[in-house]
């Protein structure tokens, strides 16, 4: 009989379902060492709890998150509210004693986050940073390749995460509008950032170009507001192995849904990626014969662990929340000391200094080295 872990959920919007479906699908598809219980969710209403209890098959519902900290049967805090809200509520959860696992970006200031991952490690408390693009086995290749030496010294590396959800300059101004818990770089470049470090390793100096285009918006109540964060968020990179490389976080980009894409260059060989099309990785070998030279499509499937656990036949696909699976997955297993935490409290915390960085870079027109205090 497995011991049961129980799950109290903040937050029942796009990421909080995108969790549920990861803890339900995660149970079907790994050998846990747990049984999830999906104990208690919380929401800005009571209405709205007890909506996402009976949808989602919570046992409990409450309108204020205290109550899941303060449950002695709660094991896991599970944080989707919005992002000015997580150092509150991760706090208290770690005073309590519980397992906390956080969506990105941890939180708005890295002073902020700092602290958050300095109480989890005092008390003894294992974390998880939602950044399941991560967990994608084409990531998980290409950096065996790099790592492997496959593509040579790496050179070069050019990151973007372009969505088009905030280009309507007549939508409300939202949590993510406000200095305190947004803006793109934060927001989706933190994507960015953190697959540039996952595949080459160590960002150790930048230079920022942050943009606002959209000077104020709507305020739902009549007026408006002015947006002090960027639309567009650009850096220059430097890499701790002597790589140069760039990326991009922009919610303003028409057209785009969902572009998380890298390319590397290398002395050996190439690679490209988009997660528009995330279950295939393109690789180029300069060793190819010439006139046979050319970017080669590597299509996803069991070799490439662990897709199998989904399906046994390739080319048929994983999807996002299969992401956030794999991403549950990997937490629990350190929870149960079967391994190290995926992407802890720490790494987020680092994640949110090179934004930052980046930043006070854009502002101050100049290179800063990445320093983590």
Request: net charge negative; aromatic share 10%; glycine share 12%.
């Amino acid at each position: 009989m497995k011991p049961k872990l129980r799950i109290g959920l903040i937050g029942s919007g796009f990421m909080g379902k995108a969790h549920v479906f990861g803890f339900a699908s995660a149970q079907k598809v790994f050998d846990l060492p747990y049984e999830i219980v999906l104990h208690t969710i919380a929401d800005v209403s009571v209405e709205a709890a007890e909506a996402a209890r009976a949808a989602f098959g919570f046992a409990k519902a409450t309108h204020d998150w205290r109550d899941l900290v303060n449950d002695p049967e709660i094991d896991v805090i599970d944080i989707t509210a919005p992002n000015a809200l997580h150092k509150e509520m991760a706090l208290a959860a770690i005073a309590a004693g519980k397992h906390v696992y956080c969506e990105k970006p941890l939180a708005p200031l890295a002073a902020d986050a700092r602290e958050m991952a300095e109480a989890a490690e005092a008390a003894g408390i294992k974390t998880q940073v939602g950044f399941n693009y991560l967990c994608n086995p084409m990531l998980a290749l290409a950096r065996e390749m790099i790592a492997g030496g496959e593509l040579g010294e790496i050179r070069g590396y050019r990151g973007l995460h372009a969505e088009d959800y905030m280009i309507d300059a007549s939508s409300p101004f939202t949590f993510r509008h406000d200095p305190a818990g947004g803006g793109a770089l934060a927001d989706i470049g933190s994507h960015a950032l953190a697959t540039a470090e996952f595949l080459i390793g160590p960002i150790v100096r930048v230079m920022g170009d942050c943009v606002t285009m959209i000077g104020s918006r709507p305020d739902g109540k009549g007026g408006v507001r002015n947006v002090e964060v960027d639309d567009v968020g650009r850096a220059f990179l430097r890499f701790e192995n002597g790589a140069t490389g760039s990326i991009e976080g922009n919610w303003i980009a028409t057209g785009r849904k969902m572009q998380h894409d890298f390319e590397v260059h290398g002395t050996k060989g190439a690679l490209a990626f988009s997660q528009e099309h995330f279950n295939v990785l393109h690789y180029y070998s300069t060793s190819d014969a010439r006139g046979r030279q050319g970017f080669r499509r590597i299509e996803a499937g069991p070799d490439h662990y662990p897709y199998g656990r989904f399906c046994v036949a390739p080319g048929h696909q994983l999807g996002f929340n299969d992401l956030k699976a794999i991403e549950v997955a990997g937490y629990l297993a350190a929870l149960a000391g079967e391994g190290p935490e995926p992407f802890n409290f720490h790494a987020g915390y680092r994640i949110q200094t090179i934004v930052e960085t980046i930043q006070r870079s854009s502002a101050k027109g100049a290179w800063m080295d990445v320093v983590l205090a």
